[in-house]
Structure formats: C-alpha cells, structure tokens
C-alpha cells in the first residue's frame, strides 16, 4: 500500500480535522501517501484532491470544521450536471474509479454520517477499496456506541441550558432550548439530565400537552415559578405532528426539521398564560472546537482506519464498543438509525428524577 485519499462528508462536525490529522500521521509512519479529496464526493467526481503534507495538518487538532471542504448534495450514483440548459442527473460512479486509478490511490477513507457511508457502502459494492469513520453530532449511527462530534454538541447545549436558567429563574419564565438531532433525541436527552432540564422531548417518546402543562403547573404550585425544557428538533405529537421548517427537494433529506421550539412556545403561552421564550440553538452545536473526548475518539477512529486498510480489512466501518475501537460490516451501519430506546437507562433515570418526557 504506497496512496490512499481521505474525504470529509455530509455536515460538519467537531472533530473532522481531528481525523484527517490522525489519517496523515499514522499512513505517514507507514511511508504511505495520503490525498485528501476536496468536498465531499464533488472532489472525486471533479478529480479535486491534493496531497497531504506535514504543513497542511500543523495545528488542525483543535480546528472545527474540515480543511478539505464538505458537501451533503453531491451523490456521485445521482450527479446534478448542466446539459443543455437543464438539470440532468447522471451516474458518475465509473468516473470517480477513474480518477482514483489515474493517481494510483489504492483505498479510500470516507468520514460521515448514514448518508455519506451508503454512498461509500456503494462505492466498495464497485471493488473499490473502502474503510469509514463515523461521524454525526446526532450520534445515530448503528454499530456503534459514539460518533465523533456528539460529545462537543451535548456540552455546547448543557452550557446554553445552564445560561436559560439563570434567566428563566429571573423572569419567572418558561425557557425552551430547541437541539438538533433529527429523529434521534440523544443530544436532547444526554444534555437535558447534564442540564437540569424539567422537561425532554424526544422525537422516541410523542409528547402530550397536557403532560407538559401538569409538569409546570405542579413546579408552580411547589413555588418554583419558572421551568426549562429542551426539545428535539423532530419532537412530535402524540398525534405525529412533525414540525417542518422547510421542504428541500435537492437534498437527501427532503425536509428539514425545525420550529418545534417556537411553537411550544406559543401553546403554552396560549393554555398556561405564562411568558414563553424559545432558544434555537442550530448550527452552533456543529461549530467550533472540539471537547477533548471528541479529540480523542477522532484521532483514535483516524488511526484506526488507516491500520485498517494496511491489514485490508476493507468495507469496513470503525466504531467505538466497550470504550475498543473495532471493525464492523459497513453494509450493517447503513439503513436503520441508532434511536434512544424507551428503556434507555437515561430515561430511567430522568423518570426517577422528576424529569417529564411529555408521555
């Protein structure tokens, strides 16, 4: 094994050059070559990659984001080309094996979240050697106990947790935190208890509002005039109400999930007649630095992938189990997400604190 590539997929996350970092310094030490693929599988497709050096990871460890540039719209099995004026969607699969022969890379390392590692899945079915990272703020992956980026956007959403409660406790206000997550509510759930937060809704459990007003009215009625909820971004009703921020036809996701936080905000003003204030948190739990388990897990997962490719464990996917990092069947990660089960230990615990979920 003289070259590899390495390419950065779907979202960003906390943690990203932290893998690309650990890829370039372990196939390093192998006297192996190391590419990185600039945007996403856009980069393969469009032969867009450039050779790793020390100069390009110096200093990346503690960065967000990816150096290398990162796209969720770009399958190269459904590439969006302009012929004639208009839109046409073609295969670019045997395109991105050219490309790969024609610089003489012999596996590739592909970190990313569900979307991002069917792709790569996809990929491997072609004889092209693959390996994956996963990676996701949502932590939703199966096959796994962690995805890198979790733990950074759970501390970024207790640390807005702990700053609600202090106004909240000062206006006698109900305070929402609105998370990410999509239809997993590990970010709710994980930074709710870290939190202190009286309610967490998950998308898991469907929420009733008479729950959510029997859980206030009683902290009122034991003299605390203020609550926090934190909300999953695909929270739902007990009657499957998803709350859609907008349809996005160009994307693998066809909606995107949003606006569960204003709106309880509203309901509840309009039953309880108590003062609302809802906080969407978005984007600024994929931003910036990593915490230092995310560092770690990354740089742990990069090492991993490129020992992995050295041994030829191909269509492969790292993952963290019982705190070992182990190789699983790529094939097994794509398809069914990792969803907080009703009888998650967490949950129990939440319940035996007094903490509502909305059931």
């Not at 990816?66 to 302009?82: A, E, H, K, M, S």
């Not at 050219?98 to 079915?125: M, P, Y």
Request: glycine share 10%; net charge neutral; charged share 20%.
């Amino acid at each position: 094994m003289k070259t590899i590539a390495v390419l950065t997929g779907g979202g960003d996350c906390p943690g990203l050059n932290a893998v690309i970092r650990a890829v370039y310094k372990t196939a390093h030490s192998a006297g192996i070559a190391v590419y990185g693929v600039k945007n996403g599988f856009k980069g393969l497709v469009e032969d867009d990659l450039s050779l790793l050096d020390s100069e390009n990871v110096s200093g990346i460890l503690p960065r967000g984001g990816t150096i290398l540039g990162t796209t969720n719209r770009d399958n190269p099995f459904r590439y969006q080309c302009i012929e004639h004026g208009k839109i046409v969607y073609k295969d670019m699969s045997q395109q991105i094996l050219f490309n790969l022969k024609q610089r003489d890379i012999e596996a590739l390392i592909v970190i990313g979240g569900d979307g991002t590692l069917k792709i790569a899945s996809e990929i491997a079915d072609l004889g092209f050697p693959i390996v994956g990272v996963p990676k996701t703020i949502d932590n939703d992956l199966p096959k796994t106990e962690r995805t890198f980026g979790f733990d950074t956007a759970v501390s970024i959403a207790t640390e807005a947790l702990d700053r609600l409660h202090t106004t909240a406790e000062s206006h006698h206000r109900v305070m929402i935190l609105e998370v990410m997550g999509r239809y997993a509510g590990w970010i709710a759930l994980h930074s709710g208890i870290a939190g202190g937060a009286d309610c967490i809704l998950i998308p898991e459990i469907s929420f009733k509002w008479d729950s959510i007003i029997d859980k206030i009215k009683l902290r009122q009625q034991k003299g605390t005039l203020f609550s926090v909820i934190v909300v999953a971004e695909g929270a739902k009703t007990i009657n499957g109400e998803l709350s859609v921020a907008k349809i996005v036809n160009n994307s693998p996701e066809k909606i995107r999930l949003g606006g569960i936080g204003n709106k309880i905000a509203h309901e509840l003003e309009n039953l309880l007649a108590v003062e609302c204030r809802s906080t969407v948190l978005g984007h600024l739990q994929r931003g910036g630095s990593p915490t230092a388990f995310d560092r770690v897990l990354a740089t742990r997962y990069g090492e991993a992938a490129v020992n992995a490719i050295i041994n030829k464990k191909f269509k492969t996917m790292v993952a963290l189990q019982n705190n070992e990092i182990v190789l699983v069947n790529l094939i097994d990660v794509v398809g069914a997400p990792y969803l907080v089960s009703v009888t998650h230990d967490l949950i129990k615990t939440g319940r035996s604190l007094g903490i509502s979920f909305g059931d």
